[in-house]
């Protein structure tokens, strides 16, 4: 993308672009400002790289609104900008994260995806169009998004939140406990996903029984919702899991109705409750709750305990000091966010770092390159536990500030106390940078490590409060 004025030229044009020259990714520019330089980038491809440093602060030092042709997407990515966007639902419609979201489910019409499509309609009898335009937290504003957020908010207050401590703390407790036991063992798989899929369970109201169809229903969503499952569609079983997924929430919400428990579905359903949720929003709110708070958390946990052992010096302080564990959340989600990239839609012809963006464009904001911006951190792109990280945006700003935040830092803390006195002897056996293959999303499919020679710690308690 042209800087300065080519940016205009760019905005107010057909947005076919002839760029006069190229340079690579990672290259220092001494060049005058007033040539241009031209960056190749597309959100949708390049943000699964394994180090996206060099690409965020080129774009960031050289086309800050970057307009891609083949994407048909504004890409911001300094943290000024980030935070504009974000603040401002009036101009910048979340409609846009309907749209990337639904692209998960677009593949081609062959006869064989259709038999399967209408295999998955007749299940559930739902119209998957009519779910795929109902809209949720993350892609609804104005009164209802704030109407939606205040029925779901119900299950997110603090007293519930601090509720959830002593059984996070079993949890943690029950998956290293298994961990002590082996000498070869993985983050990920081991204690990082399964502790927010059984937390989310249980929040769900989903009884013992069925938590093993329900940690298989959350992995399909998550590759779907990922695009992981998007070339295998067919041969995944995603379909099939979806549809027992659905099944199985209409019956809960139908129960929950007619007999409330103290669970989250509850919480949204009960008629006795001022406002509640009809089925499909309720159906949209679990969905994103199994992508947005489960793989958040996950990557959260799993991003926090590879950089600590990628700097092992802040590793040892950590394991001395458990109260750092705190300083470690924010660092992560400053230096590593669980989220890469969000979308909004222009409802306006805008101006921003001084490019027209016109009504009715798709702008890309880039999590990751804000949080690495020198104009708001110093050394961005040192991982610190002792900075003052406040000001990420790993959890969003404004009206879509994550919901379940506080659940996320509190699930992360309570596994990285479990985890962390296991990581003073280890070393790494699977490959460095197993990165999920999603553009949303930031995270290791695995994180494998084998004990060393020396000896492990036994497991510090867990703190009074976290």
Partial sequence: MHIGGADRLAAESSFRLDLPMKRQRGQSDHRPREVFVAIDFNPFVDLKGPDLTHLYRDLRDHAPVHWSPEAE???VSRHADVLAVMKDSETFSSDAMKTILNSALLVPLTPRYLMKLLSFIFKVRLNPWALM?????????????????NVVGRGFTPRRIADWQPRLEAIAEEQVAKIRKSEHFDVVADLAIPLPTTAIAEMLGVETERRNDFRRWSGSIIDMASGAAKENVLESGVLDDISELFLFMREVIRDRRKTPRDDLISLLVDPKQKDVLGELDVIQFVLLLLVAGNETTTNLIGNAANALLDHPSQLDRVIDDPSLIPKVIEET?????????GFRNTTRDVEIGGVSIP????VAFLIGSANRDERRFEEPDRFDIERDASGHVGFGF??????????????????LTALI?????VRRTGPPSSFIDSFLVRGRQSLELRRGSGSVRSPAPFPSRL
């Fill in 133 to 149: 335009n109902a809209g949720n937290l993350i892609s609804i504003d104005g009164q209802r998004h704030t109407d939606l957020r």
């Fill in 421 to 425: 006195p296991e990581l003073r002897n």
């Fill in 359 to 362: 009504k009715g464009r798709n």
């Fill in 73 to 75: 997407v504004f890409t």
């Fill in 398 to 415: 404004g009206a879509h500030f994550c919901l379940g935040s506080s659940f996320a830092r509190l699930q992360a803390r309570t596994a």
């Fill in 333 to 341: 989600l400053r230096f590593e966010p669980p989220l890469t990239v």
